[in-house]
């Protein structure tokens, strides 16, 4: 087991220990969280490319204690010219390659919000010192992770077909080792170049101009004017108030309503025992009623047929409860969607918290590597239809659906907790198994990450939609799953890479800050 990291000068927790390091080092020359979270957000787009990328979309959650939560929506739309005609002839958004490459990256103009955040509170740091580790990591190398290496050969075939990739990627023409080194000099030059010119040079500068020039010679329906109309916005956070705490979640296009929902649902059953069946029994009949709300009404921000926050309200929480039974399982036919993500959090002495995730949607995104820049870019697009019909129908402007949701809970008593995950739609449930096993059933924060895991849906490469278990639940637990209706599967793995790589932080009253990482992932959670 590995055991919660405390301190009380400041915690970052991230999927590759570099990043913890780097927002640590942050945290250490006396910037604050937003500084340290710039800081780790770069460097793990360079030392996990299969997860993330600057070429990908992001969302905040940012505390200050006294303060309403700051929530920034940097998820970009659709190109201007994404509409039916242009996929004319193809029954569905092709998954990977230039035509999947169609919405803008919305990342670094979140950087850009979340520093304005930074500025308010007296941050000093310069860009380029924020960038610094990420420049040298691209410049110098970053050894190849399990997680890279193993993904890098399962998608292969498929990838290898998008510009751009063999090249950045593959080395000698095969998936890289584990423990092999990736340089990345074109991604270096343009790290530096965001530093000296400002983060604004992404959409409205030189650098704008290169990438919209690519993206166009290579087939993708982005344009210069698509980069130049971007702005990352704040809005308003979803909230859900529970017996101790409330927790706060992102609107559309994100499943935030779905993680709060599950919890919000959950608390209702009135469960008093942790990982027994009827806690992962209540939590997975739980997820089933919030992906049912969320598949119904979930899409753009400017089409929604409903106020998300009206699906967390007293009634409409004990009305949807109500349909839970605790001793049958609800029959499960729902296809899922996956991803692949980064969750982050970070931590400053004056107890301010920064939530933050961050995405390219499949492993790799798109895999398409822009020549001059070497921005990977993202796949988030393949989320809409080419139905006119649907509720995630195509078309220009629109944002697409997001699994990416980051979480923060404030506690009654003073505590701040900021936690997520990787895992497309295993993240709301992993949060709820991470939040409940610390918040309500007395586990340590570490213990709570590491715990054995359940998703609900497929997992990468799988179609089954089934209730998936890692191989360290007690035989009994799982028979008395299958006996309530579960079509249960337990997988090989004692940790498995399909239930996410989570994370945690919490601020305590008395100033101690306490870190868990997830050990599925090559993650770290770094204070001092």
């Not at 790290?191 to 010119?197: D, H, I, P, T």
Request: aromatic share 8%; hydrophobic share 40%.
């Amino acid at each position: 087991m590995i055991h919660t990291r405390r301190g009380y000068g400041g915690m970052c927790v991230a999927p590759h220990h570099l990043a913890a390091e780097v927002g640590r080092d942050v945290l250490k020359e006396g910037g604050n969280a937003v500084e340290a979270m710039v800081a780790a957000a770069a460097t793990i787009a360079v030392a996990y490319p299969h997860m993330n990328a600057i070429g990908g979309d992001g969302f905040w959650l940012i505390h200050e204690p006294g303060r309403r939560p700051v929530a920034i929506d940097a998820c970009g739309p659709a190109a201007g010219l994404a509409d039916l005609s242009f996929y004319a002839g193809h029954s569905s958004i092709p998954e990977r390659g230039p035509l999947a490459a169609l919405t803008m990256a919305g990342t670094v103009d979140g950087w850009r919000e979340a520093l304005k955040v930074s500025d308010a509170w007296g941050g000093t740091l310069p860009l380029a010192r924020l960038l610094g580790d990420a420049i040298h990591h691209a410049r110098r190398g970053v050894a190849v992770s399990r997680s890279q290496a193993v993904l890098t050969a399962k998608h292969q075939a498929s990838l290898s077909r998008s510009p751009g990739f063999a090249e950045t990627f593959l080395g000698d023409g095969s998936a890289p080792r584990e423990g092999t080194r990736l340089c990345q000099p074109r991604l270096a030059n343009t790290l530096e170049q965001l530093g000296w010119a400002g983060l604004e040079d992404f959409y409205r500068g030189e650098l704008a101009a290169s990438m919209a020039r690519d993206l166009e010679a290579l087939g993708s329906p982005l344009r210069r004017e698509d980069f130049a109309a971007y702005r990352a916005r704040r809005v308003a956070a979803l909230e859900m108030p529970l017996k101790d705490a409330t927790l706060y979640n992102l609107p559309a296009p994100t499943q935030g309503v779905a993680s709060l929902m599950i919890l919000g649902l959950f608390e209702r059953l009135n469960v008093t025992e942790g990982n027994g069946r009827a806690h992962l029994h209540g939590l997975v009949e739980s997820t089933k009623r919030a992906f049912l709300l969320r598949d119904r009404y979930l899409t753009d921000p400017q089409r929604l047929a409903v106020e998300l926050q009206t699906l967390l309200d007293d009634a409409a929480l004990d009305r949807e409860a109500s349909h839970i039974s605790m001793e049958r399982a609800l029959p499960w036919p729902h296809e899922p969607a996956p991803g692949d993500t980064i969750w982050m959090g970070a931590v400053d002495d004056q107890g301010r918290a920064v939530s933050f995730i961050q995405s390219i949607y499949w492993e790799f995104g798109s895999g398409v590597v822009l020549p001059e820049s070497g921005v990977l870019w993202q796949n988030r697009g393949i989320s809409f239809s080419l139905d006119e019909q649907a509720l995630r129908a195509l078309g220009p402007g629109r944002k697409p659906f997001h699994t990416l949701n980051p979480a923060l809970a404030r506690f009654d008593d003073g505590r701040t907790l900021v936690y997520g995950t990787m895992g497309g739609e295993g993240q709301p449930q992993t949060q709820a198994a991470v939040y409940s096993r610390y918040a309500r059933f007395g586990m340590s924060l570490q213990e709570a990450v590491s715990a054995p895991r359940w998703l609900l849906g497929r997992t990468w490469g799988e179609s089954s939609t089934n209730l998936k278990l890692e191989s360290r639940f007690p035989e009994p637990l799982v028979q008395a799953l299958r006996e309530a209706g579960h079509d249960v599967e337990v997988l090989d793995e004692a940790f498995s890479d399909a239930m996410g790589h989570a994370g945690g932080i919490v601020h305590h009253p008395d100033g101690l800050i306490e870190g868990a990482h997830d050990p599925r992932s090559d993650g770290g959670a770094a204070g001092y």
